[in-house]
């Protein structure tokens, strides 16, 4: 569209579609919080002297996997496609 065009469009009241998908945003800013909140508890895991069982950490190995995969799945999808 050409500036003028899209001045004409703006001046009439038309509001320019926002190309970033503010859902996938929350969701990735949860999954950001998850992360960190996993991270924290593997931290404590590392420092304590009294260590979690190991199927425990495997679980929380699996959590902090899956809340990655998560967060690359939905900033992937941040950027709406423009059809």
Do not use: C, F
Request: hydrophobic share 35%.
């Amino acid at each position: 569209m050409s500036t003028s065009a899209n001045l004409r469009e703006v001046g009439v009241g038309y509001e320019p579609r926002s190309v970033v998908d503010y859902e996938q945003v929350a969701v990735l800013t949860r999954t950001h919080a998850d992360l960190n909140r996993l991270g924290g508890l593997l931290k404590m895991w590392l420092t304590n002297e009294e260590r979690i069982r190991p199927p425990d950490l495997e679980r929380l190995l699996k959590r902090i996997e899956d809340a990655s995969q998560k967060m690359i799945e939905s900033a992937g999808k941040i950027v709406r496609s423009r059809t």
